[in-house]
């Protein structure tokens, strides 16, 4: 008697990481994406530039706004992966997340994803009505990302900037000083610039089957993209140069011109990498792994603090 083969299964099989032990620990972890909790670090900005560092009161609300940050932006992430979950299947980097993998069950990641939400939104709320408020518009923004503006090109990439420019305004509401429009339109256009270089990873890396995983990428084209970096970068280094010469800062502290320099670096170097590389798709990743980037983010930080310091250029005007 004949015995016919099994007829293979067209579904993906997943493998089975949660039976490890403390796989699942690991895969709420990933979930997290604790590497993109360096994109809140726009959250100390503020408190950088209007020299509050030196009050340990305001240290502690920046850091409770950043913790805020964190947890909230953790939880859209896990909302995120549980909408896309079979998009990620079909994504050559995507499928080795938690929920697209199967690492992390999406009953766990969904109560994850609310521990998290519910509490970033009370540490918002301890820190007042302004801080709270700020984070329920990241919240909204995020949801009509999900909803529908993530399929649209250039306005994808526009919602996840303004979400970095969020961050700068909480960190300043947190410790109740004011923040400079330049240094919030240089915020906003180096997010620009970091999402187009990720949608131009993403539409090299998956080249026809790029509509599978990411529905706006098939209204974008190379040279667009290419464009819309270059002019991100260069508006993020004319702002920056702006604020350096016009904020409130800037004639309070003429020094601070002396941190353009590592900004400048930091964007070319940036620049260079996407074009040479074709890089971008993460770009914590790549922030940690150029030594050009960690050294420009660590000397900039240094050169900031010496001139909030009151460090004095005789030949710079006030």
């Given at each position: 008697m004949l015995q016919t083969s099994p007829t293979p299964s067209t579904e993906p099989t997943l493998p089975n990481h949660a039976a490890a032990p403390g796989g699942l620990v690991r895969g709420l972890w990933r979930l997290a994406r604790p590497k993109q909790w360096t994109k809140n670090l726009l959250v100390f900005a503020a408190f950088l530039f209007s020299g509050a560092y030196a009050d340990p009161q305001r240290g502690l609300l920046v850091l409770a706004a950043f913790a805020a940050m964190c947890l909230v932006s953790s939880a859209t992430y896990a909302f995120n992966d549980l909408a896309d979950v079979a998009r990620d299947r079909l994504h050559p980097k995507k499928r080795t997340r938690p929920?697209?993998?199967?690492?992390?069950?999406?009953?766990?990641?969904?109560?994850?994803?609310?521990?998290?939400?519910?509490?970033?939104?009370?540490?918002?709320?301890?820190?007042?009505?302004?801080?709270?408020?700020?984070?329920?518009?990241?919240?909204?923004?995020?949801?009509?990302?999900?909803?529908?503006?993530?399929?649209?090109?250039?306005?994808?990439?526009?919602?996840?900037?303004?979400?970095?420019?969020?961050?700068?305004v909480l960190g300043a509401a947190a410790i109740n000083v004011g923040i400079s429009g330049w240094l919030l339109f240089c915020t906003g256009a180096l997010a620009l610039m970091l999402g187009f270089a990720k949608r131009r990873n993403e539409f090299i890396l998956q080249g026809d089957e790029r509509h599978t995983s990411r529905e706006s990428l098939v209204h974008y084209n190379r040279a667009a993209l290419d464009a819309l970096v270059v002019l991100s970068a260069c508006a993020a280094a004319i702002f920056y140069g702006i604020y350096c010469l016009e904020s409130q800062t800037a004639q309070k502290y003429p020094a601070i011109i002396l941190t353009s320099v590592f900004v400048y670096y930091?964007?070319?170097?940036?620049?260079?990498?996407?074009?040479?590389?074709?890089?971008?798709g993460e770009p914590a990743d790549l922030l940690f792994k150029d030594t050009h980037l960690v050294t420009s983010l660590v000397l900039f930080v240094a050169t900031a603090i010496l001139a909030m310091s009151g460090f004095q250029l005789p030949i710079i005007e006030r």
């Open positions: 929920l697209a993998s199967g690492q992390v069950s999406k009953q766990a990641g969904f109560v994850f994803g609310v521990a998290l939400f519910a509490a970033g939104v009370l540490l918002a709320a301890w820190l007042g009505a302004i801080p709270l408020g700020i984070v329920a518009v990241y919240v909204l923004m995020q949801v009509a990302y999900n909803l529908g503006l993530k399929k649209t090109p250039i306005a994808d990439v526009y919602t996840i900037a303004l979400g970095f420019v969020l961050r700068a930091g964007i070319s170097r940036y620049v260079l990498i996407v074009f040479m590389a074709d890089e971008g």
